[in-house]
């Protein structure tokens, strides 16, 4: 019984900060200011994430195996601080994958319904 | 600046023990470097008011986080469903807190006097003494100190009053 794989599914809707640290941490190794600089950019600055939420995400993550932790290495832009980078697992990749299509599921049926400015219901024509 | 960064960074640090110990074991380093880091870039980019927009949403979600990891509060989508009253309460809690800190800060920093004197001494040149006061600099000199030590008389006396030196 405890064999068994988690299913990705059941950990479905994730939280929005976890999400963003899931998409940062995407395509590349980031430490945590750099997670937070990546989602601050990624949104133009709508979307920051203070200290607390994001260690705390972090910390169900790695606690889930969605993330773990690479080895420690020095800040380029710090001479000599070390910092910890974190890394998306395989199935946290899953996971993430998930949610994305449950959202894109949610985004087609809300746009169908006309909830997205310039944007045609669907069977509208084309 | 760098004061008041340093002041904002100890007083996060300090905060950082309302999360349970394992977790601020854990991550505190990384979330008062990252705090840090915050802090000079909101200064250098609008100054002193985003200085406070940090603050502001730092301590609220210290507070809010700090009540989830210790399980007072529901954890899942927290976040987005909030209780204001709730929310108001953490928010109060955390000034509180922060008001605390500072002033103990205040309290067990000790005060660190300063003194200084000067001591004129004339210079004898063979058998002749070249006097100070006699000189148009030594005269400026002696009637600089004279005003400095004016200006300075209550702030000594105080500091005398306080510490109760006997003079």
Known sequence: ?126 | MLLLLSASAWLYSALLVLYPKAFWRRYGAQMRRDFRELSREGLREGGATELVRVWAATLSDLVLTALMERGIMPARNAQKSVDPRVAASAMVVAVVLAAVAVTGASLWQTPIYEASAQVWVDQEQGDQQTNLSGTVEGLQTIILTMIHAIDSRPVADEAIQRLGLQM
């Not at chain 1, 998409?23 to 600055?45: F, P, S």
């Not at chain 1, 993430?96 to 997205?116: C, N, P, Q, T």
């Not at chain 1, 400015?117 to 084309?126: E, Q, V």
């Open chain 1, 1 to 126: 019984m405890g064999d068994q794989a988690p299913i990705p599914e059941s950990y479905l809707p994730l939280t929005p900060a976890v999400l963003d640290i899931m998409v940062a941490l995407g395509d590349e190794e980031l430490h945590g200011y750099a997670i937070m600089q990546e989602v601050r950019r990624r949104t133009a600055g709508k979307r920051r994430l203070a200290p607390g939420t994001h260690y705390r995400s972090l910390k169900q993550m790695e606690e889930r195996g969605w993330v773990v932790e690479a080895e420690e290495r020095p800040d380029p832009d710090l001479d000599d601080e070390r910092r910890r980078y974190y890394r998306l697992t395989e199935f946290g990749r899953r996971v993430a994958m998930a949610e994305v299509e449950r959202l894109e599921g949610l985004v087609d049926a809300a746009r169908s319904k006309g909830f997205i400015p310039n944007a045609r219901p669907s069977g509208a024509g084309a």
